[in-house]
């Protein structure tokens, strides 16, 4: 079994900073790539950014140079530092890992089970 638990989720004024926080835990072999999708009301999940296990990320375009995708691979960890928030980047965010479990070879998509980001003032 394999989950994934993210953290850090909140209520923040625009210009305000987040941190958020996903460990993955579990049967877990290796793992490819961690990183976070958003969802907003009425809008279709989409990707925030992501990282690979040999460090490079990728990140929205309406993300860039505001986000920062970090990984503590040896914690199976993967943060999210949020700075210049804007009203827009209010959504659900679900933190995901393309992973390998002890059981096989095969690799699977996961996802946690999303945290809310409000940005208000």
């Known amino acids: 079994q394999v989950q994934l638990v993210e953290s850090g989720g909140g209520l923040v004024q625009p210009g305000g900073s987040l941190r958020l926080s996903c460990a993955a835990s579990g049967s877990i072999r290796s793992i490819a790539t961690m990183g976070w999708y958003r969802q907003a009301p009425g809008k279709q999940r989409e990707l925030v950014a992501l990282?690979?296990?040999?460090?490079?990320?990728n990140y929205a375009d309406s993300v860039k140079g505001r986000f920062t995708v970090s990984r503590d691979n040896a914690q199976n960890t993967v943060y999210l530092l949020m700075d210049g928030l804007k009203p827009e980047d209010t959504a659900v965010y679900y933190c995901y890992a393309v992973l390998s479990r002890t059981d096989g070879s095969n690799w699977y998509n996961y996802w946690g089970q999303g945290t809310q980001v409000t940005v208000s003032s």
């Open positions: 990282k690979s296990s040999g460090g490079s990320a």
